[in-house]
């Protein structure tokens, strides 16, 4: 099973997990394959939500600081909002790398 010997017993893995990023590191998925499935073993789908939570949540706040440039008409709302979401979501891609490569 990949890299590392797990014991059906204790329902563990024997040796750490090599991403990492585990709380506990002898522990798969953080103890949930069910809902934390990785063939790689090295990226869970909560690590997957929690990525595009904070890329949807920059790319929000960044288009609502945007949204002020609505009092001055439509055209610059437009614009605001466009360019405050895509700096926004610019700026939450590079918190997800950044807190991958770390």
Known sequence: MGHRYY????????????????????LY???DP???IDPSGLYSIDDLVTDIS???GSAGAGAGIGGG????G????????????FVGGAFGVGVVVGRHIA
């Open 7 to 26: 014991d059906p017993t204790l329902g563990r893995f024997t040796q750490p997990d090599p991403s990492g990023q585990e709380k506990n590191a002898y």
């Open 29 to 31: 998925a953080e103890g």
């Open 34 to 36: 069910v809902n934390g």
């Open 54 to 56: 904070i890329i949807g």
């Open 69 to 72: 440039a609505c009092f001055f």
């Open 74 to 85: 439509p055209q610059a709302c437009g614009v605001g909002v466009g360019i405050g979401g």
